[in-house]
């Protein structure tokens, strides 16, 4: 059978046709590297040229797996040796297989741009889980699109060029007389691409050669946020789906480390300490979560900011502050609000993965509001979200939260703001209202939602709080100002007194002043302890971090049983003793005394005075030595490893 092979402009031999497409899309991959890099700059001024260049090379090879995984299919059809892969049909279902599989994958590069500036880290699989529960996902997607609609704009742009790109030239098949001789010859060559498809997706083509995954990006890098650059979405997205992401590690044998390191407490180990009193009674327990409320933004906690000039947007819990036992030196335990919730309420780092997504997320967890129960507190959890908003309804069950009142209690859509759920001034004062019925003592939470993209405030409101230099700013005046009718309020109440107020933040957001984009300080975050009339006002400088609120708050109230907590006891640890830890692009962030080490699970990569170096300029790897801060980061990855995957994160499940 012969074949009419037509030799027109823009027909190529098919096997340079596929070449020049799969080329295409690595063009359009590194423009949005190079798009990712140039919005997000200032987060990565250390970053030199040669460096850079470096980056994009290492970038290359994990665009590469990406684009064969995702094209797999199109290069098998377009490869096949059939002569009907040349009929119209054909081509059309091949050329809406490649442009569709490839608008996703740019799609995702584009919108992590943004996403990014977020929650410093490419975007992985638990994106999915992340946003399973959100009632209002149309709408939130439709107001990225507009509201950032210049990275809408840019993915049109490589849209049209991808496009045009597919369509500029067109295949033809090898000048075979014979089809059989063209089915031979198509055959074999589908079988050498389909061993170099394999190699590229795997990274390499040694026999010992691994898949590559997310953590080889670091050999690409001098600082651990590079690794961001290096990646693209697609393939940390694909590289995290279905994967358990908790492997085992024994830096120690058992018995040696629990006496390195041990997040079990003990009756009686916690004890009561003159920087805050006892009351006679069980104090009722308030905490106070505020969305996106950074450290950076408030004043009260940056005296030495613009030369000692700064204000703040938070005039209310500034005031707040000069009245409590304040930290100027906290950190989250994540960048994100499912990173924040066990954070506080458990003690459950977000290390590797969120608890919430994890495959562990059913894993028993002693919340504090199941350990207060046990002594006879009644627990309520409050956020003015469309109930089950971010997973909250399902792990406050876990926590042991006996009440959830979200969006449908409160049951009054007209305080609804259009996007997330209840304007916080209403919520809060229904939060205020609603505490008079509970019987005490009581243990509940407040999680804000109006300090939160789309940054807008209430109609009424237009103009009345300071824009500041980002959009942010108006709205974290606004919830101040919600805070602060929130004490009015309660202060008239009679529960008001005997109560411990914890007042703090699920993350930081984008940052404005240069000493907050460092990776340390991109995790900064409030945490306040006030008791009225009874805490000793003051700023604390040591380290503090938000797993440290729960066995605070049980040392403060003399709990009587034993528990598990990944976080320190601030009334009774040494302050140079206490340390903070958080995960970062795939590395640990150990922050311990007045040094910060990154370890990637394997060997250190990093180590930075942040005394003499705020701003991480001087990588002092192999300079400096800290044999007794690795020990105790490692000791606590491994206990935290250890302890998620057999389910030991509370007593129930473990030996002591």
Not at 202 to 220: K, Q, V
Not at 262 to 283: I, L
Not at 616 to 625: A, T, Y
Request: net charge negative; hydrophobic share 40%.
């Amino acid at each position: 059978m012969n074949l009419k092979t037509m030799k027109r402009a823009g027909e190529w031999n098919e096997y340079i046709v596929l070449v020049f497409r799969l080329g295409l899309i690595m063009a359009l991959y590194t423009i949005c590297r190079l798009a990712f890099y140039f919005f997000n700059s200032d987060l990565f001024e250390n970053l030199s040229f040669q460096a850079f260049l470096t980056v994009l090379r290492g970038g290359l090879r994990f665009d590469l797996s990406v684009i064969l995984y995702l094209n797999s299919l199109y290069i098998l059809l377009f490869l096949l040796p059939f002569r009907i892969k040349f009929s119209k049909s054909y081509r059309t279902a091949l050329k809406w297989i490649f442009i569709i599989t490839n608008a996703v994958g740019l799609a995702a590069n584009v919108s992590d741009i943004i996403y990014y500036r977020f929650t410093l880290k490419r975007t992985t699989a638990s994106v999915f889980k992340i946003f399973s529960n959100e009632e209002n996902m149309l709408a939130l997607w439709s107001r990225f699109v507009v509201d950032y609609w210049y990275a809408t704009l840019l993915w049109l742009i490589l849209m049209v060029v991808l496009i045009w790109g597919y369509g500029v030239v067109r295949s033809r098949p090898l000048p075979f007389r014979h089809w059989w001789k063209y089915s031979i010859t198509g055959t074999i060559v589908l079988a050498l691409a389909g061993g170099l498809t394999v190699g590229g997706m795997r990274g390499g083509f040694r026999h010992s050669t691994r898949p590559i995954n997310i953590s080889n990006a670091a050999r690409y890098v001098e600082r651990p946020e590079q690794v961001a650059i290096v990646l693209n979405t697609p393939f940390a997205i694909l590289r995290t789906f279905g994967k358990s992401v908790f492997q085992p590690v024994e830096y120690f044998p058992p018995e040696k480390l629990r006496d390195i390191y041990s997040p079990v407490y003990q009756p009686g180990q916690s004890v009561s300490s003159s920087e805050m009193s006892h009351a006679k009674d069980k104090p009722n327990i308030v905490l106070i979560i505020l969305e996106s409320f950074g450290r950076e933004h408030i004043g009260a906690l940056n005296k030495d900011l613009e030369d000692g000039e700064y204000e703040g947007f938070t005039p209310f819990l500034d005031s707040l502050i000069t009245q409590s036992w304040a930290f100027d030196n906290a950190y989250a335990n994540g960048r994100k609000s499912i990173d924040a919730l066990p954070s506080i309420v458990a003690s459950v780092p977000s290390l590797i993965q969120p608890y919430i997504v994890s495959e562990y997320a059913n894993n028993k967890i002693n919340g504090m509001a199941g350990l207060l129960e046990k002594i006879g507190y009644e627990t309520a959890f409050y956020h003015g979200a469309p109930n089950g908003s971010m997973g909250f309804l399902a792990f406050t069950k876990m926590a042991g939260y006996e009440q959830y009142l979200g969006k449908n209690e409160y049951n009054n859509d007209a305080d609804f703001d259009g996007m997330w759920g209840i304007w916080d001034e209403p919520f809060f004062q229904f939060f205020a209202n609603d505490m008079n019925r509970l019987k005490e003592p009581f243990f509940t939470t407040l999680f804000s939602i109006s300090s939160h993209h789309p940054f807008a405030v209430p109609e009424k409101y237009e103009g009345e709080f300071p824009e500041g230099p980002l959009p942010l700013h108006k709205c974290m005046g606004y919830t101040d100002m919600a805070l602060k009718r929130f004490f009015q309020t309660a202060s008239q109440a009679p529960w008001f007194n005997n109560t411990l107020f914890i007042i703090t933040a699920d993350h930081c957001t984008i940052p404005f002043h240069e000493e907050y984009k460092t990776p340390v300080e991109s995790f900064a975050v409030p945490i306040i302890f006030y008791k009225p009339g009874e805490t000793e006002p003051g700023i604390d400088s040591g380290l503090a971090q938000q797993v440290d609120i729960l066995p605070t708050v049980l040392s403060y109230i003399e709990y009587p049983f034993p528990f598990v907590a990944f976080g320190n006891d601030l009334l009774t640890a040494n302050r140079n003793e206490r340390f903070v830890m958080n995960y970062f692009n795939e590395s640990y962030q150990f922050l311990h005394g007045k040094y910060v080490i990154y370890f990637d699970g394997k060997e250190v990569t990093g180590i930075y005075n942040l005394e003499k170096d705020p701003l991480q300029h001087h990588n002092l790897k192999g300079e400096v030595d800290l044999p007794e801060s690795e020990k105790l980061m490692k000791a606590y990855i491994q206990q935290y490893i250890d302890r998620m995957i057999n389910d030991q994160l509370s007593l129930g499940n473990t030996i002591q």
